[in-house]
């Protein structure tokens, strides 16, 4: 079965190939599919922001002749304490052109006089996979943590290293350590249920 992610996030892409390696999914980038573009995501929630670009890349597929299952996802950090920010602006939060690293140093600094016990948030992510036929079907993971007072570990990406899971940091679990909890794992294992379903 042949899956393109509908991404150019390069993280992503390794997560998920990662975890469906042992499924008999095929997972191609939409770049390794001829597909170029950068879709904007205008949406106002995951799901939402999912489905714009699944649909897009589904449509540049279908209209180049390739008819196979597309996947995208939309995913980010929710904080407690910021009543739910960044959400669905976790990228953009720290500005358009801001890295890891200036996302962290905003997420300490806003967080920094927040107490513990007071510091839960979580990872969502939202899947939106269209089938050749066109239909659409969303699956939504989440993961419970908390914000950390400092960035540890160096594995991950995002706001990895301030997100506190089981006395670690996702950025301080091994990629397998990770993919067995996250977010995206937990939208994975659902879109993986729905093919065996229907197979």
Known sequence: MKLILATNNQNKLREIREMLESTGVSVVSQSEAGISCEVEETGTTFAENAAIKAEVIWAMAAANGLHCYVLADDSGLSVDALN????????????????????????????????????????????????????????????????????????????????????????????????AVSHRHNALMQVLDYFRSIQ
Not at 148 to 168: I, K, M, Q, S
């Open 84 to 179: 739910g920010e960044p959400g669905v602006y976790s990228h953009r939060w720290a500005g358009e052109h801001a890295t890891d690293a200036d996302r962290i140093l905003k997420m300490l600094s806003a967080m920094k006089a927040v107490p513990d016990g007071e510091r839960g948030a979580h990872f969502a992510c939202n899947m939106c996979l269209i089938e050749p036929n066109g239909e659409k079907h969303h699956f939504e993971g989440r993961v419970q943590g908390e914000i950390l007072h400092e960035a540890r570990g160096t594995n991950g990406f995002g706001y990895d290293p301030v997100f506190g899971y089981g006395g670690r940091s996702f950025a301080e679990l091994s990629a397998e350590e990770k993919n």
